[in-house]
């Protein structure tokens, strides 16, 4: 298995990214995906995730109306539109699939991790 994640870097405050995540090694049509980001100091915290077959999404209240998950599964990718960032949006964040637990943005456990991509906003 691997999420090999993409599309971080520096933007300004208001301004926009859009993060990858391209999937192998596992059925990524019927899979439960997330991004979760982790900021210095700070604990993990669940951004966004995705039922893949049914394109059922979570959201942080954090991130709400202004982030967008989705995947096209014919390329096998995960993705997160990041619009109207903020400095406290600035984390690693990573892609993860699978996993147990009830809440569909704090799994106790993540099947698979990418290796992260840094998003700084300043």
């Known amino acids: 298995v691997q999420l090999v994640e993409s599309g971080g870097g520096l933007v300004q405050p208001g301004g926009s990214l859009r993060l990858s995540c391209a999937a192998s090694?596992?059925?990524?049509?019927?899979?439960?995906m997330y991004w979760v980001r982790r900021a210095p100091g700070k604990g993990r915290e669940g951004v966004a995730s995705?039922?893949?077959?049914?394109?059922?999404?979570y959201y942080a209240d954090s991130v709400k109306g202004r982030f967008a998950i989705w995947q096209d599964n014919a390329k096998n990718t995960l993705y997160l539109q990041m619009n109207s960032l903020k400095p406290e949006d600035t984390a690693m964040y990573y892609c993860?699939?699978?996993?147990?637990?009830?809440?569909?943005?704090?799994?106790?456990?993540?099947?698979?991790w990418g290796q992260g991509t840094q998003v700084t906003v300043s």
């Open positions: 995705i039922y893949t077959e049914t394109d059922r999404t």
């Open positions: 090694g596992f059925s990524f049509s019927s899979s439960w």
């Open positions: 993860a699939a699978g996993g147990l637990g009830y809440d569909p943005l704090d799994r106790y456990e993540y099947n698979y």
